[in-house]
């Protein structure tokens, strides 16, 4: 069983930053990743880490940065210069296979509020 628990979600101004953690509770190896709820309501992703790389959606690139903690059962992601749309529920989720936006993520988070006001 694979339980992820998200935190640091917060209300900042436009141009803050916010580091999200999520903690990765039981055995696990492989792909993680954060996605956020779109503008439709459809799940958006962020960015996944694993398999000794990272890949970055286009409007995270340059602004936000995924990273895994030294013990490997906490990943972070690292948001700045925030803009407004950047307000969403964020969320952590796992994956088995390669590691990718696209990767067929299994496990989720139950989500953390970031909330950006211009």
């Known amino acids: 069983q694979v339980e992820l628990v998200e935190s640091g979600g917060d209300s900042v101004e436009a141009g803050g930053s916010l580091r999200l953690s999520c903690e990765v509770r039981g055995y696990y190896s492989g792909c993680l990743g954060w996605f956020r709820q779109g503008p439709r309501n459809e799940r958006e992703g962020v960015a996944t880490?694993?398999?000794?790389?990272?890949t970055y959606a286009p409007f995270a690139k340059g602004r936000f940065t995924i990273s895994e903690g030294q013990s490997k059962k906490i990943i972070y992601l690292q948001m700045d210069t925030l803009k407004p749309e950047d307000t969403s529920t964020y969320y952590c989720a796992a994956a088995r296979g390669y590691c990718d936006l696209g990767a067929d993520f299994q496990w989720w988070g139950q989500g953390t509020q970031v909330t950006v006001s211009s």
């Open positions: 880490i694993g398999d000794g790389r990272t």
